[in-house]
């Protein structure tokens, strides 16, 4: 096989194997069951609003994506095609000559930038379905949390809480995992201000790294301090 090949199919093997370890592979005890639920209770209509809410964003995230990648691919091939595009009206062009220039396109941009897509849409639809089973088992208190937790984040992200409190247990939305964690069992937590957000750790005992904003950090804290300091 030629060495060109292999040096692109190097990278594109790792990528395809973080792709199906995140997708696939890697789901905690709260993912799978997340993967097997069906909703089954009718929400009220405050629940329901906010769940249309959800499904719009992802719908809109899921179309803004797409356009992103496409405008991407259209740039990654205008760059890769440019002199191909030029030759287009040479009656002697020889064919043959550009299949490696192909190969090497759809090896190095093509199926990654297909596979971060459906990455990143597989996200929000998770993400849309935890938001959706969460509103069915939590009471009106952690409902009221959420409210406010949805209030304090931007308007472009609304809909995506870096956080949900769902009967007594916190739930983390990471991008790679939706990590489950009993307050009560929080050991440690530190944070740093930054400039616009707040970075934080928790262990408990799994430590976990995530980013809040001031405002919706305000929400977050006391939370934990209300089940740390129970203990």
Request: charged share 20%; with cysteine; net charge positive.
């Amino acid at each position: 096989m030629d060495t060109v090949y292999i040096i692109c199919l190097a990278p594109l093997v790792i990528f395809i194997g973080i792709f199906l370890y995140l997708t696939v592979v890697r789901k905690n005890a709260f993912e799978e069951r997340l993967v097997l639920f069906r909703p089954t209770h009718q929400l009220s209509q405050k629940r329901e609003a906010y769940m249309q809410g959800a499904h719009k964003y992802c719908k809109y995230a899921s179309i803004a994506l797409l356009v992103l990648f496409s405008f991407l691919l259209l740039i990654l091939i205008f760059v890769m095609f440019k002199e191909d595009f030029e030759e287009i009206g040479s009656v002697y062009m020889v064919i043959f000559n550009k299949i490696k220039k192909l190969i090497l396109f759809v090896l190095l941009v093509l199926i990654p930038i297909v596979l971060a897509y459906y990455l990143a849409t597989y996200v929000l639809k998770r993400n849309e379905k935890a938001q959706r089973m969460f509103l069915e088992q939590m009471s009106d208190t952690d409902f009221e949390t959420l409210l406010k937790v949805r209030d304090s984040l931007p308007s472009i992200s609304k809909y995506s809480p870096p956080f949900v409190l769902c009967n007594k247990k916190l739930y983390i939305f990471l991008f790679y995992a939706i990590r489950k964690i009993d307050p009560t069992q929080i050991i440690e937590i530190n944070w740093e201000n930054n400039k616009n957000s707040i970075f934080i750790r928790l262990k408990s005992p799994k430590r976990t790294m995530f980013t809040l904003s001031p405002t919706t950090f305000s929400y977050f804290l006391p939370i934990v301090e209300q089940y740390t300091k129970s203990k």
